[in-house]
């Protein structure tokens, strides 16, 4: 990658360019949203929702990764993980190196907020993941029934 690329931090998920990527991204799955403001008031409204949103030398959007932190407790144990969201790199973008990038971005960032465990469910990159060094963790369960993955940062 010789060309210069910017990723922003997002926390307001009226960013029109985090919108157009992720109206992007829900139509390469086939995913129809019926409101869209709904749905960004609801991702702003969460509160904890974050995203990194890398952007080209000519400003295109290349990918972004969301992730929020979510809380695990039992009687006795609590545990912080990572939850990566949704993950997309445009179809153009892709083996270039970006999706690598934006993964190591955010989980820098997990380890700075004292967060050690990285979750995700997929039904589309599970070799990429597996590169990366997630696993799959076949005692935990995704209501959705994808495959959920983890992996132990630093």
């Not at 990194?52 to 969301?66: A, C, M, W």
Request: a negative charge; aromatic letters at 14%; glycine letters at 10%.
């Amino acid at each position: 990658m010789d060309e210069k690329y910017t990723d922003a931090l997002i926390r307001d998920f009226s960013d029109a360019r985090f919108q157009a990527a992720f109206r992007r991204y829900f139509t390469e799955l086939g995913l129809t949203v019926r409101d869209w403001d709904g749905l960004w008031r609801e991702m702003n409204a969460e509160g904890d929702n974050t995203a990194y949103l890398r952007t080209g030398p000519d400003g295109e959007t290349v990918g972004f990764l969301q992730f929020r932190p979510i809380q695990f407790t039992s009687w006795f144990f609590e545990e912080t993980c990572a939850f990566i969201r949704e993950f997309w790199v445009a179809p153009e973008a892709r083996g270039r190196g970006h999706g690598s990038a934006l993964l190591a971005l955010a989980e820098a960032r997990f380890l700075e907020s004292g967060i050690h465990t990285a979750i995700l469910t997929t039904d589309t990159a599970a070799d990429f993941y597996a590169r990366h060094g997630y696993v799959r963790d076949a005692g935990c369960r995704a209501k959705n029934g994808d495959d959920v993955y983890v992996k132990r940062l630093g």
